[in-house]
């Protein structure tokens, strides 16, 4: 794995070293093999272009534990990264904060996923994202046979793009 490049609008952020940071989630998430593999792509194809969230007082990691976790198995402990200091008066605070954080309150479904990936390399999805449930490798399906979850209905009057090979339309 290549040093990872730090995205340019995360250069007026406090950097820290990445081996001074502290995991605080202990087994809360996992990481499975195909996931660290994946996530070890994308750290090596598209950078750090997110900060690091950080219990400021304890330099605690609340949001970054698996990219954390993947750049010190890869050697880069003296790497400098970007962190966005989040205040907690105590350690209780700090652990609701990273609740808070990795809470998932918007479902992502399959067919938002294919309609709103329809132009995007199927590779790509493949090898660069992961959500829960869905697989981006099963999406050769009608979008237009696939129910729409409840409140995504698109307005009358919300103009639409059109696929010219099969007709498939989303809103632009």
């Not at 605690?60 to 698996?66: N, S, Y």
């Not at 400098?80 to 309150?105: D, H, N, T």
């Not at 329809?118 to 590779?123: A, H, W």
């Amino acid at each position: 794995m290549k040093k990872p490049k730090i995205a340019p609008e995360l250069s007026n952020l406090k950097h820290v070293r990445l081996g001074d940071l502290v995991p605080f989630q202990g087994d809360l998430k996992q990481l499975s093999s195909e996931s660290y593999a994946k996530l070890k792509r994308s750290i090596d194809q598209n950078g750090i272009f997110v900060p690091f969230f950080v219990w400021d007082a304890k330099n605690a990691i609340l949001d970054g534990h698996q990219r954390e976790r993947v750049l010190v198995t890869e050697g880069f402990q003296d790497l400098m990264v970007p962190v966005l200091p989040i205040a907690a008066k105590s350690e209780a605070e700090a652990r609701k904060k990273l609740l808070l954080i990795s809470s998932q309150f918007g479902r992502i479904t399959e067919h938002g996923l294919a309609s709103f990936t329809v132009d995007l390399p199927e590779d790509w999805l493949a090898e660069s994202v992961n959500f829960d449930g869905i697989s981006t490798l099963d999406f050769d399906f009608d979008l237009d046979e696939i129910p729409k979850e409840i409140g995504t209905e698109i307005a009358d009057d919300v103009a639409m793009h059109q696929c010219p090979e099969c007709g498939h339309q989303w809103p632009m």
